[in-house]
Nanobody, 130 residues
Framework: QDQLVESGGGSVQSGGSLRLSCAAS????????IGWFRQAPGKEREGVAY????????YYVDSAKGRFTISRGDAKNTVYLQMSGLKPEDPGVYFC???????????????????????WGRGTQVTVAP
């Protein structure tokens, strides 16, 4: 079964950094665009960042710009989300998702419902202490 596996979450102090990883299981990763999403308790899942299948294009929601960086590993089988300057509003479960580029980008922007995306991981928890 095609799925993604997130890792790298944890608890950090406000202003700290974490690097999240998203790895593919059961399919060829580099045929898909990837999006990172987060879901805080009691809130809807929201987009954070996007990377195209050839890494030529990235997109960040306003709250992530200048603090988060999305990238693919050299072997192209992992996508990372480097998060710096973490704030109290950043915590939640972070998910990665894979699908065709247009759909992923639209979902990260909030233009389509994230449930349209085909492949998801189970998420990794991020906590930020004040």
């Amino acid at each position: 079964q095609d799925q993604l596996v997130e890792s790298g979450g944890g608890s950090v102090q406000s202003g700290g950094s974490l690097r999240l990883s998203c790895a593919a299981s059961g399919f060829t990763f580099n045929y898909y665009a990837i999006g990172w999403f987060r879901q805080a308790p009691g809130k809807e899942r929201e987009g954070v960042a996007y990377i195209s299948l050839d890494d030529s294009s990235t997109y960040y929601v306003d709250s992530a710009k200048g603090r988060f960086t999305i990238s693919r590993g050299d072997a192209k089988n992992t996508v990372y989300l480097q998060m710096s300057g973490l704030k109290p509003e950043d915590p939640g479960v972070y998910f990665c998702a894979a699908d065709w580029a247009g759909t992923v980008l639209a979902a990260v922007k909030g233009d389509v419902n994230y449930t349209y995306l085909a492949i998801w991981g189970r998420g990794t928890q991020v906590t930020v202490a004040p």
